[in-house]
């Protein structure tokens, strides 16, 4: 299994980051691994719900088939899915208020049969990467957001 943790403060609140995460819609533009949706999305995640998205990590390309496992309002968010290759994967968002605003801790667990060593250690370095991207994209826009 390979698993990627980044973390990083936002300078907004706990309910405006859960709420743009929540927010299939917004997707586009602060989530680096997401590339397209296959279907309709919700328009709001709810704990059991299901849809399929198109995840692009370091060029690789996977149709995931996502469960809503967890929603804990303002704190947590965590999807369970799978791939069509057999790719398992855990992506939970922890947010914990802070002084500047909120600290958001992401992590994504990935296993399966093509998840060789060399393969997870690539995938984590780029991933990594992308994490973090994606979370100061998911502060500036909730930010930009808030009302």
Same mark, same amino acid.
Not at 49 to 68: C, D, I, K, N
Not at 100 to 121: E, F
């Given at each position: 299994?390979?698993?990627?943790?980044? %973390?990083? /403060?936002? &300078?907004?609140?706990?309910?405006?980051?859960?709420? @743009?995460?929540? %927010? &299939?819609? @917004? =997707?586009?533009? =602060?989530?680096?691994?997401?590339?397209?949706?296959?279907? %309709? &999305?919700?328009? %709001?995640?709810?704990?059991?719900?299901?849809?399929?998205?198109?995840?692009?990590?370091?060029?690789?390309? /996977?149709?995931?088939? =996502?469960?809503?496992?967890?929603?804990?309002?303002?704190?947590?968010?965590?999807?369970?899915? @799978?791939?069509?290759?057999?790719?398992? *994967? @855990? *992506?939970?968002?922890?947010?914990? &208020?802070s002084v500047a605003g909120t600290t958001v801790t992401v992590s994504l667990a990935l296993a399966g049969p093509l998840?060789?060593r060399t393969v997870r250690k690539t995938l984590v370095e780029h991933g990594s990467r992308l994490l973090d991207q994606?979370?100061?994209?998911?502060?500036?826009?909730?930010?930009?957001?808030?009302?």
């Amino acid at each position: 299994m390979g698993t990627i943790t980044v %973390s990083k /403060e936002l &300078p907004a609140t706990p309910e405006a980051l859960f709420r @743009t995460i929540i %927010s &299939p819609g @917004t =997707w586009d533009h =602060w989530l680096a691994l997401h590339r397209d949706f296959v279907g %309709s &999305p919700p328009d %709001s995640l709810a704990e059991g719900a299901v849809f399929v998205s198109e995840v692009l990590l370091h060029g690789m390309a /996977e149709e995931v088939a =996502w469960r809503v496992e967890t929603l804990a309002e303002p704190s947590r968010v965590v999807l369970r899915g @799978t791939g069509q290759a057999g790719v398992r *994967c @855990t *992506c939970a968002y922890t947010l914990e &208020p802070s002084v500047a605003g909120t600290t958001v801790t992401v992590s994504l667990a990935l296993a399966g049969p093509l998840m060789t060593r060399t393969v997870r250690k690539t995938l984590v370095e780029h991933g990594s990467r992308l994490l973090d991207q994606a979370l100061g994209q998911l502060g500036e826009l909730a930010y930009a957001l808030r009302p």
